[in-house]
């Protein structure tokens, strides 16, 4: 997962959107969101290698989403999988500090990394980088590959557009697609510096990355209304062709949670 946009508590009607583009290597064997068979209240996409996820949901309002920390020099080689951290808070029952403080003992040979758990009333973003945990404040967030609402290019256009589409009061569902779907790539003087080189920053720029071997393979739109009703609606693509998957579930439950 590289690109994370969150509007929290900042509609009247929605609490909670989440706007979510997972890029990876394209001959990486994966699944599209679906119930898991071994966690039947899991709902989200599976990493077929290792068996872990980059975003999912559970009935009982669960949220968990990953993104990698950019940086050669913390790369860490025949590591654990990263995606067994979100698939680990969305199979517990364990509150967030609960499950971040577990991390944080056992911690194995992850490489950088930002974990975003929580429910819709309460989302916490950990850093692996920083070894900090920060509780999602009211308003509009964005995290890549760094630390959450670095100002890169990409966070900054996803944010201002994310507040934009939010002016509607029932915001469009191919506007916020369109959002992840934003190939645009900014100047070489406003890229950040991560240590890859200059041409792997531009081809990493854009919120919808494309290339030979690797880019975009979802993207996700999580919409939370007030009622309590949950609405999760993924577009992946492979080999040429856009499949689409969606699911309502029903948080009152965790909406009513103090």
Same mark, same amino acid.
């Given at each position: 997962?590289?690109?994370?946009?969150?509007?929290? /508590?900042?509609?009247?009607? #929605?609490?909670? @959107?989440?706007?979510?583009?997972?890029?990876? #290597?394209?001959?990486?064997?994966?699944?599209?969101?679906?119930?898991?068979?071994? +966690?039947?209240? @899991?709902?989200?996409?599976?990493? =077929?290698?290792?068996?872990?996820?980059?975003?999912?949901?559970?009935?009982?309002?669960?949220?968990?989403? =990953?993104?990698?920390? /950019?940086?050669?020099? %913390?790369?860490?080689?025949?590591?654990? !999988?990263?995606?067994?951290l979100v698939s680990g808070f969305l199979?517990?029952?364990g509150d967030i500090e609960e499950y971040?403080?577990?991390?944080?003992?056992?911690?194995?040979?992850?490489?950088?990394?930002?974990?975003? *758990?929580?429910?819709?009333?309460?989302?916490?973003?950990?850093?692996?980088?920083?070894?900090?945990?920060?509780?999602?404040?009211?308003?509009?967030?964005?995290?890549?590959?760094?630390?959450? $609402?670095?100002?890169?290019?990409?966070?900054?256009?996803?944010?201002? +557009?994310?507040?934009? +589409?939010?002016?509607? +009061?029932?915001? &469009? =569902?191919?506007?916020?697609?369109?959002?992840?779907?934003?190939?645009?790539?900014?100047? %070489? %003087?406003?890229?950040?510096?991560?240590? *890859?080189?200059?041409?792997?920053?531009?081809?990493?720029?854009?919120?919808?990355?494309? !290339?030979?071997? #690797?880019?975009?393979?979802?993207?996700?739109?999580?919409? @939370? $209304?007030? &009622?309590?009703?949950?609405?999760?609606?993924? /577009?992946?693509?492979?080999?040429?062709?856009?499949?689409?998957?969606? *699911?309502?579930?029903?948080?009152?439950?965790?909406?009513?949670?103090?």
């Open positions: 997962m590289c690109t994370l946009l969150l509007a929290c /508590r900042a509609h009247p009607r #929605y609490p909670l @959107v989440l706007l979510a583009n997972r890029d990876e #290597y394209y001959e990486r064997p994966t699944a599209q969101a679906s119930f898991w068979e071994d +966690a039947p209240q @899991v709902f989200g996409g599976r990493d =077929l290698l290792h068996g872990g996820t980059w975003l999912g949901i559970t009935t009982s309002g669960r949220i968990a989403a =990953l993104t990698n920390y /950019r940086d050669p020099a %913390d790369l860490v080689r025949h590591g654990l !999988s990263r995606g067994r199979k517990g029952a971040l403080e577990c991390l944080r003992e056992a911690a194995g040979p992850f490489g950088g990394y930002n974990l975003l *758990v929580g429910t819709p009333k309460r989302l916490s973003c950990y850093s692996s980088k920083t070894d900090r945990t920060v509780i999602l404040e009211p308003g509009i967030h964005g995290l890549s590959n760094r630390l959450l $609402d670095t100002p890169w290019p990409k966070v900054l256009r996803g944010k201002k +557009a994310l507040e934009q +589409a939010l002016f509607a +009061a029932d915001p &469009d =569902l191919e506007e916020l697609f369109a959002i992840l779907s934003d190939r645009s790539c900014p100047p %070489d %003087d406003q890229l950040p510096d991560t240590g *890859v080189g200059l041409e792997l920053e531009r081809l990493l720029s854009p919120i919808f990355i494309e !290339s030979e071997r #690797y880019g975009t393979r979802s993207c996700t739109v999580l919409l @939370v $209304d007030r &009622d309590g009703e949950a609405r999760f609606v993924e /577009r992946s693509f492979e080999s040429g062709e856009v499949r689409e998957v969606a *699911v309502t579930m029903d948080w009152s439950g965790a909406l009513a949670v103090e």
